[in-house]
């Protein structure tokens, strides 16, 4: 099926107000009276519903406002009360690749039936000082066509866009190689039974939702670390850990290029293979290798390994109290002569 491009770069009008202009919290483009007021954002957590290999939110909105919801770091503008209906869908490069430019974040399948929507905050993992924010767009998918819209503008952690109709909204951009963006080091935990678990380390933009990563992350524990850090789209990176708390890290090559992806599938960057029974390992991420810059630094708790050395320790104090209880069994016996148990019973009767 043929592909239908169209790119729009004329200025956006607000849907919802009149176009005063207002600097407050701008990178570019204005604001309006209206949204100064509703500047006040309600961060809701929505109801979910997960499928094999996704998420679905619900989020209720009572009155006209601002609402962000806390899983995915989507703000809605509406004006009224409504039913808001989302989640990720998968990008189709092959139509992206027609106007030029690559995804900068999910792409979002956004319903609501009372069409109380007016605009949307779609949150960004660009860095304020960098070159990314000035490359930003705005797709809107519907079908086989897409439109590359101009932000309203952008804000410190949104890129905001006013809507007239919903379907699939995302951040797009003009590739540049080397770009500087926030990024998050998500460890999860992998146990195959005692002794053996991993520790795979997933590196992402900081605009991925994490509750998508966990989804497909099953079985497996997520450990809450500081995450934030600095990455470079095309960089070269590295992981290091002390030899003498793990097996291996793979890959084995010196380092490994990233490319950041939005889904479907979040693999992991590295698998760190732990020693039995350790309990917290600390992890450095270096770009260009094993002489290049710190971007990351953690300590990360195994609270598995925390486990199995407490059940360790319970069975060793208890093997020591039988072992007691043997060594003073045969004295107990050599001083209970058959007359006194025979006393105690004829007491008893």
Known sequence: MSS???????SQKNPCTSDTSNPEFEHSSTSTPAEHTLAVVTKLTPETSTGFTEMSCRLQCSHAGLFQCSLTGLVFLMKGEGEVLYRTVQWDENLLHSTGQTPAGPLFSIECLQGSICQLHLPHCEILSGEGLDSLSVAHVTGDSVEVLPPLRVTDTHVVVNITDLSLWGLVRMFKPF????GQVLPFLQSFGHPQSV?????????????????????????????????SRGGKYSLFCDLKKIQDIYPKAKRIQIYWDYGPNYHPTFQVFLNPDTEHVELRLLERGADGHEVWAGRVLLPGAVLVGRDRAENSHSDSAEKQLHSVRKDFVDRVSKSVVDDLLDEMK
């Open 199 to 231: 520790l795979n380390v997933i590196v992402l933009p900081s605009n991925v939702p994490l509750n998508e990563v966990k989804q497909q992350q099953t079985g497996n524990t997520y450990i809450p670390v500081c995450s934030d850090c600095t990455l």
């Open 179 to 182: 770009l500087s963006i926030k």
């Open 4 to 10: 239908v491009v169209r790119r729009i770069f004329c």
